[in-house]
């Protein structure tokens, strides 16, 4: 029985028409799992990074119940990497401490009207993480959990395309940052899985959530079948 330990962003567990519950059978992670004859265990959050997984790791002491039992790890994040972040992520995250909550209210209402002007007129540029940190967090996340489980198979993902409005369709930042996460993949002997060619007839045909970023679940069947037969084509082969 198989054991997928899988590093998530929203992309892992939003479906068609909001955020589900981790353990919804049709979520991609669990597709792939249930194509394995095996399960699931998803690590993720809302926006999540590549830095965001890797802080999880660390400081998440769940995770590390997790590490000993995962036979494959999936290092599902990178593609939130890549988004417009007009205001640098300290600023744009730090939205939701401020006080009073009136404050707050008025603050994000205004950042999230700014935000689709701002991703066009600014090109799409800076981005969440930039590619450089990106495979940074990815390579410590790898050689961390590789230092405890020297054999563990691991599979990446290269980030979707989007249609969303609420960055007005912009997404400079994919094609950078596809190409250095495949860099350090090929590097770091780490098979991926390419989410735009699995999702991209899906995201800009409006089959997808409304949202034009997230998927519905044919994307999700789609991606956690080609997930499945990713592992076990290229699991037993890592050392």
Do not use: C
């Not at 999230?112 to 930039?130: D, E, I």
């Not at 990815?138 to 961390?144: E, F, G, V």
């Not at 599979?155 to 940052?177: D, I």
């Not at 350090?184 to 949202?211: E, F, I, Y």
């Amino acid at each position: 029985m198989t054991t997928l330990l899988v590093f998530g962003d929203s992309l892992s567990f939003h479906g068609p028409d909001g955020p589900m519950p981790a353990d919804d059978e049709r979520l991609w992670p669990n597709v792939a799992a249930a194509e394995l004859g095996g399960t699931a265990e998803l690590v993720a959050g809302f926006g999540w990074t590549a830095r965001d997984a890797y802080w999880s790791l660390v400081g998440d002491p769940r995770v590390w119940t997790l590490l000993p039992k995962a036979d494959v790890l999936v290092l599902g994040v990178g593609s939130m990497d890549t988004l417009p972040s007009p205001l640098p992520t300290y600023l744009r995250q730090g939205l939701r401490y401020m006080r009073p909550d009136g404050l707050r209210r008025w603050a994000r209402t205004r950042y999230l009207a700014a935000q689709p002007w701002l991703s066009q007129v600014m090109g799409g540029r800076p981005v969440a993480l930039p590619p450089a940190l990106t495979v940074r967090y990815l390579d410590l996340i790898l050689t961390s959990i590789r230092a405890l489980r020297p054999t563990l198979p691991a599979v990446g993902v290269l980030p979707p395309e989007h249609r969303a409005q609420s960055y007005r369709g912009v997404h400079t930042g994919r094609v950078p940052g596809a190409l250095a996460i495949s860099r350090w993949a090929s590097s770091a002997g780490v098979p991926v899985l390419d989410l735009a060619a699995l999702t991209r007839d899906h995201v800009l045909g409006g089959h997808g959530n409304a949202d034009g970023m997230h998927w519905g679940w044919d994307a999700h069947k789609t991606v956690g079948r080609a997930l499945a037969e990713l592992v076990a084509a290229s699991g037993p082969k890592q050392t």
